[in-house]
């Protein structure tokens, strides 16, 4: 069970309200990498874990950034609460609200249609959703992802921290920035007091393609580096001399029954495309200068473009 | 640039139609951990990508994983072929036609909505959306985020491969399995190419909070491991004696404009709350027995249920 | 800051696995009016809220719905159980592990993909989205959506203990069900303890228009009642008569610059269509026995449908 | 059925173009509050309504509803009109177009994805989505649901009435926030119109609970109001010493099978994380200044940063 | 399979860094529109077909735009470069780097979240979802649906074109442009290769209904063309007086069984409204002005409202 | 404005409850090409329409698709009759509720969550969004649009037919189906009634890429058609011999300022993967079989599984 106190685990400072940079705070509210995020997916794990150690863990981190999720939201609260009262008592005069309204990121729909209150959105105004929580039920799979999490969640404070001048905020962004270090370790750590954790699941992978790297991407700017070459690899260049990989014929089948190839042949005969045919078509029928085979002489409609259009175009035919 | 060659990298042999198994393959073709989250999670990082070797790392496994939707949707288009003609040309009695449609999972919509063919759907129907792709344009992230990704692709893969007893789409799940173990060990490998490559960003965290493990759950099953005793932690147990962390008074406060104080305080003295009121609400004039207080003698409103459902209401009360 | 004890605010008793059951708990896990929209609904409105007795409400009921959250995300973990660690090991075989993956509901999803963890999504798989959280930053809408989402939660529990039998998951539903009822009326006595809590705001409606009821859905089912009648209401019956309301001419109007009108004017010719034409289309040219004017005649496309079929549409022209 | 009849409800004059004030207003035609989602609330209500009289009221409400939607979408397109052509006609130069789509709010969407129509999204873009709608198929959870969404309506057209200043626009947003009023008296009406409406539903609540305020949130700031005090209710404030409510072991059970309890316990084993293990980790492989445990030495990596912060992260160690 | 250059079908080259452009033209990369959606498109709709010729032609035009994502998602990252590194690297002081990220669009959220990278977002940052995908299985709507798209594709790079002076990007996006014309010719060609094109499908519309049009807008602005007049049509304009059409009751109906009939008279029964009731309901509760029968006077609130503002709303009751 | 007549537009006999079906037609109802997103395409399209004859004829399918959501709503409330009553009453023994939610489709979401009411999502309980709707503002494209949209609707309804034996259903939705051919026509009509509707937009295509067809996708099943071949086509099938197509270098660039090239170098440094790297990763730490190079005694691993399944993945390796 949960209970709260009524003190923030970190004290949040802000030297005055601007409910631009509150929108883009809302990254950490409800953005992907936000803490709500983090709380539940470090929640769902702990959950359906077996393991003692790992379900103790993961329900202390979830519960701390659930802590976290209202340090942050506290921070958005400060930032708009001039204009939240502003908004709603309505004292100033409809156009400086208006360009009050105007000032910056997603403040505008902040402000309309949450009331200056914080929102579970990220800073373009997305609402939140489950399906940033990635959480699979496998815990080698599930502590690698809150692993990645937190180390996005890390730099996007960092990021936040970068454009803000505003001490108080840029303390407590500093302390939640921290914390998420602290969790990528415990993450680490957990990971690792696995035994056998790499691959994920029993089964192993299938030796002649495990240790192959399919060189897709070709020509200038082909590298090599450890991912690719060295004792743990077999590097494939011709990729369609080897195709497919498996020896077969790349074909995709399927075994119908009679019934079935008989609907089959019926719908592909009445959808057939005839490959001689010379239809006339809706285009055709439109008849614009771009109907049929386009020439040069068609490039008339833009008669009555702007200069510098004509000439960005022109460039093209060169 | 891409370029196609029709042959498909792994050659796919299916034994019978099944659009119920189909629907659960959909998973791996537009579900959050498919073929084609993989593709753009490694296009867009590689498309904004500095370093050449990663680059050109990126692009060889996006195209890959590209191959591999190939593959993963024409094993479903094989598995819908029948279903596909049968719903179109309609030769069979309606009654026969809705038995098929209801054959399992969310074959229904497949059938209905997308006519047989592959949807990038997960298998309950949702649609594939971007907010699957945790790009964050930092590779020290970023390539963390991506072996986290092929271990979930790769569980995915496991999991299907155990409920399928088709030889043909069991080998081809098996190649796409052990391809996300190989894809993980070269972003593994290109992670830790990078020298200084923990904690992600320039910014290094606060020493004060980086080692701190906070035990924010206690009671029965508060355990210790590594990830919270030893020499790179100090764990903090006394909770509510350390509120806030700071030292502060663990408020929120921002200072305000005159004006918006004067609003704050309009709107404040508008909305507040009596807190000696004693309000007669809806609630009470919507009188039934819960209004008021209620007392087991409201039970009363049981009296028509089936005897298994009284003894189970019954039995809270004990 | 929150906290956590691991015991759960009632104890969970379930009977035995039902992955079925489980994906319809999910209902009040991930759903629309679940225990995690509850609780981001009270806790987005109690960091925002001015007044001090209603913040510490929505903090008190805002982590209760954290700790329902966990309760009901328990009887899922514990339903999914035996699923989880059965496709995980695969000691089954695959045909069984098939049947009991399409058990019923959306539970094929929670086992492929969230690996038989409890996930955050609604009984059709659709993942949980702050879009549900209907937080205004207005004290007296937040708690008429707060009443209106408890009212909601309630009858959807009271839906699931309907079909449920398992005495332990019935019990602790029926505990669940009633804190909804609880909740409802706190937010109850919290809005009628705002003295002037209708309309909401500071601006009042406009008298022509506030006491105006227009029928303007007529034919057979006319009625009247309370909601259209009596005292309060002017009842407005000839609709096409009083169009528009305000007496003005009843279309859209906008004033545009010289520069602006000149544009339009160009686009408005340039797109014209022209009344008069007589044009073949796409559709004449597709030449089927839907082109043109269909007639009796063409229904010969039905040639080849079956006798229950060919009826119910002879049927339709009668 | 419906019919249309071409002249609005209310008469729309604007006074000039702007689309960032078109982009603002938005969040009435296509956001969560706004007329398409009030409109099919309704209008999904009454098509399962038994009440003849509660179908009639909602089938007049949601095709007024649908009016509004006209009206509100109509200012949208006469504040659009002058962008509409401007960017279709591209008379002017690209600089002077590129500013002109920057004015603010998201009109740069609306232009470039819209062509300057009015588009079924919120203010932030976000496109309308079903998730808004919270019909439940009962009358006192749905006239409830109905009474918050008029009030939040009529805030958000307070709103923008507030930032306004065309008194054309301003004139109509009044007309469509007092029908807000309007409806929502109506639902009032009707929701007290069924005798017993509290609680929702046929089942009652346990008497043992109905009436207890658990009092989650403690510390600075707890306060006692109607809501948590009086003759209706009984507080609980020693939260751990109550856990579980129910006098139970407040944990989750299930009983498994023989091959469950097996192909659990094979899981469990596999996984097991080792509490007394000392790994070595991705992370202390990173080896940056933040690997093991982090001194105030490492602080150095701020060497390069400019004053202003190296000064604010200094402070959060004092 | 596919495989890949590292050249771009189209040199892309920008003049200097614009990440408020680059926003914008994310419309192209992750909108309804843009080049993902058109992939994926024809790449779902490939992988199902059975015609050999479309199938060809699908895969070719799904390849290619791919290249086409490769190529505006370069332009994108080159806008972008410039602000990547300023906000990793933060040697701009934090005012200079805050201001730079407001610079228009959405470009915020590029920064912070996506780090200058090109995401799969519109321009707005709504992430790509698969539901911009129409694809349903049969060619003759795919092939309409992807002329409908080109033609929407088209029309959005011309808009982008307008707006930009860039040359090199202007070039690169003409280049798009023009391909889009190309693709629509060669979705035009294959519909019209198909011989029975119209309408979709096996079943003919009937005869009674697929000539009608149904004028139900009537009043000032109806007007006439070939859309619902000539010989192809019937025109009904009495529409109360032909309802229903099928000259039945116009009525929904349905047969229950008896225990059915029960249950739902019970239901009905329990929820009735009395329409006789004057009930006092939660709003006149609230009391404030606009409860019970709204008056002229009750606009008193207004009192302190601007003078602009209350000319504006006295306008209305004139 | 519009108005609303109890009567459906047709008549709607349904002959026994059967929830299973009623959840695939919503489709219809709530799926993205039901009869919402039509009311919706052509609403939000004649709002913002400037020609008097199109903007009639779009709000006159509007409005009558708007009618047709009604009855198909109203299917599917009958449908759901039994369910809807069954559910709230509970005279059933829980078993044989539970038995009846679980019927099919994703009935159970519309009997749990929306209480048999008709909720406007998919058959797979996907809720509609705005997202379906694809209006840009420019007449030939977004009648293209509707044309596809109309053909994609029909066939849908189609499909739906062929699965239904209920001769009211059928008959009702023979009705609906053959209005959207009715509809088709309409706007194939204005399309063409548009003089130059062929490319959309004022911009012609440039000549040197309008008549290109690039055949991306070769080997084996490479063919000809009237879509790449003829007197409208130049073909491309030497791909990377003519890469870029505009004789440039293929790169992407940008021009930065001298500040933007330092902090790029630095960044790009600091990041610098090491090519000669022989880094111990985690994944080598992991130390399961995969790790390192993988081996064919690696497969030990797969001691315990069933036969089959080793049998199908040694199928692989041979």
Request: charge should be negative; hydrophobic fraction near 35%.
């Amino acid at each position: 069970m949960f209970m709260h106190n009524k003190r923030l685990q970190y004290t949040v400072r802000v030297s005055e309200p601007n409910p631009a940079l509150a929108s883009l705070l809302l990254e950490q509210f409800g953005g992907p990498d936000g803490e709500l995020a983090a709380a539940m997916r470090y929640f769902t794990q702990g959950l359906g874990e077996a393991d003692p150690g790992r379900k103790d863990m993961l329900l202390d981190i979830a519960t701390e950034e659930l802590s976290h999720l209202e340090v942050i939201g506290s921070i958005v609260a400060m930032l708009n609460k001039g204009a939240k009262s502003a908004l709603t008592e309505a004292t100033m005069e409809e156009a400086d609200l208006y360009m009050s309204i105007n000032a910056g990121g997603n403040s505008h729909t902040q402000a309309i249609l949450y009331g200056g209150g914080p929102a579970l959105t990220n800073s373009s105004g997305v609402p939140w959703t489950a399906a940033y929580v990635d959480t699979r039920g496998d815990p080698v799979c599930d502590l690698r992802s809150n692993i990645a999490a937190e180390s996005r969640a890390k730099i996007v404070y960092e990021r936040l921290i970068n454009i803000t001048d505003d001490p108080g905020i840029k303390d407590a962004l500093g302390f939640l920035m921290t914390r998420e270090v602290a969790h990528q370790k415990s993450f680490e750590k957990a990971l690792y007091s696995i035994k056998d954790n790499f691959p994920p699941g029993k089964l192993p992978g299938l030796a002649a393609y495990a240790n192959l790297y399919v060189n897709t991407s070709q020509g200038e700017g082909d590298t090599t580096g450890p991912w690719n070459e060295g004792d743990q690899w077999e590097r494939l260049d011709d990729i369609e001399g080897n195709l497919p990989l498996d020896g077969g014929d790349g074909d995709a089948t399927v075994t119908l029954s009679k019934a079935e190839v008989k609907d089959y042949a019926a719908m592909a005969k009445r959808l057939a495309s005839d490959p001689k045919a010379t239809p006339v078509t809706g285009a055709d029928l439109g008849g614009g200068p771009g109907a049929g085979k386009l020439s040069d002489e068609d490039m008339g409609g833009a008669a009555d473009m702007p200069e510098a259009k004509k000439m960005a175009l022109a460039q093209t035919k060169a």
